[in-house]
């Protein structure tokens, strides 16, 4: 069996749809030129992560200028000519097909983007995997499209559970799109599938890829925590199979341009009230109530938080008013490697897109704070199977006789090697 190049990279969106289409075209470029076989690029690549943004809305409200912004975020999503379907289900194989009609007059359904995507992939050779937001009827879903170089857009899938404050911009879809494709590379059979985000905490979401015989599991995303390296890991072993998981990593400054695709992030509410926040788990945020009037006399916390929003209390003596004091001490001052301290205020989301392989090993990455780069791995697929000697989740070790998964919609029989 033929070795296999997997890549990705953590590039920002850009400031218009073209422009982002324009740098999917040079990321494949690059990958032919490195023999990468299949690129996975971020979540809501095209289209924009809003990071930060919050529309306007608070519980029981919602602003005039927040429903401008989301009116300009609608736009600057993606039409790939697909319909709504039950459930946001789209068309599916009728999508894939193209058994859908043709507007009269016009050349394609949708805005051109998917004959973009297949023109890259044909050009390059490369089988390429795209996060975006597409929008559909009047609603945006969180979604990635499947994009072979022989035959075009061989499968598209939307995002079934939003996280958090995501659901207030993008609609629930339905399960049935998370079937599997597969595809030979070089005589290699490749069976793949992607869970956007958080869906990879959902243990069931998981299971129905496992059912499927995947043995790449693809993982865009736009959480930047150091954890999530663990859970790629953990699949990784729990699937035996490899895992790609693509973020992007924006700079400081950027996000009023990238992550809402050249609209400015909607912070004003009404009243033209603003509200710090902190960022807490993708598409989340925490509000923090505004500072009072100074006080005359400043006293020290007794906490303090990280740049992660982590509430850290000081081991720190208090007064009588129960006010921390400091603690001195005789100790020897601990020494900082600052080669291995970076400012992360520098950059509003870190990246962090990895490979890891079906025994859990980090092949490459994470891939930190690099918007320009690109991490690639040669894989032998036979590994997958090999791992299934003491492991195969969606077979031996299901126990499917006594534990019964069924996903509404969707066709878990397991694709062959």
Request: a neutral charge.
């Amino acid at each position: 069996m033929s070795s296999i190049r997997l890549g990705t990279a953590s590039p920002a969106t850009q400031a218009t749809t073209a422009e982002t289409l324009q740098l999917i075209d040079r990321l494949a470029t690059r990958a032919a030129s490195n023999h990468i076989d299949i690129l996975l690029l971020p979540e809501a690549f095209l289209g924009g992560y809003p990071r930060g943004s919050d529309f306007g809305s608070v519980v029981g409200s919602r602003s005039a200028q927040g429903r401008e912004a989301y009116a300009k975020y609608f736009q600057a999503a993606v039409d790939l000519g697909d319909v709504v379907g039950d459930g946001g289900a789209g068309a599916g194989d009728r999508w894939v097909k193209r058994q859908l009609a043709v507007p009269e007059g016009e050349e394609y359904r949708g805005d051109g983007t998917r004959e973009e995507l297949e023109r890259i992939a044909r050009e390059t050779g490369v089988f390429h995997v795209t996060g975006l937001v597409e929008r559909t009827g009047g609603s945006l879903y969180c979604a990635v499209v499947y994009v072979c170089p022989h035959k075009g857009s061989v499968g598209k899938r939307r995002k079934v559970l939003p996280t958090g404050t995501e659901r207030l911009i993008w609609a629930q879809a339905s399960p049935s799109t998370l079937r599997a494709v597969s595809t030979v590379i070089r005589g290699t059979r490749i069976n793949l599938a992607a869970a956007i985000c958080w869906e990879s905490y959902m243990p069931l979401l998981r299971q129905s890829l496992y059912n499927q015989n995947v043995n790449l599991y693809l993982a865009p995303t736009a959480d930047a925590r150091d954890a999530w390296l663990s859970l790629m890991r953990s699949i990784g072993v729990e699937g035996r199979c490899f895992v790609v998981s693509s973020n992007m990593a924006v700079r400081a400054g950027q996000d009023a341009h990238v992550s809402t695709n050249g609209h400015p992030a909607a912070t004003a509410r009404d009243g033209g009230r603003r509200f710090s926040c902190s960022a807490d788990e993708p598409g989340m945020d925490i509000a923090l109530p505004k500072s009072g009037s100074p006080s005359r006399t400043r006293r020290r916390r007794k906490s303090i938080f990280d740049p992660d929003g982590n509430e850290i209390v000081l081991s720190c003596p208090v007064d009588e008013n129960g006010v921390a004091t400091t603690m001195m001490t005789t100790a020897a001052p601990t020494k900082v490697d600052d080669t291995a301290v970076t400012d992360k205020s520098a950059w509003s989301c870190r990246g962090g897109s990895c490979i890891v392989d079906p025994f859990g090993e980090v092949l490459a990455g994470p891939q930190w704070e690099d918007d320009e780069g690109m991490i690639s791995a040669d894989v032998d697929f036979q590994k997958c199977i090999q791992g299934r000697l003491d492991l195969d989740a969606g077979g031996s070790y299901s126990r499917n006789d006594v534990f019964k998964l069924t996903v509404a919609g969707l066709d878990m029989e397991p694709l062959p090697y």
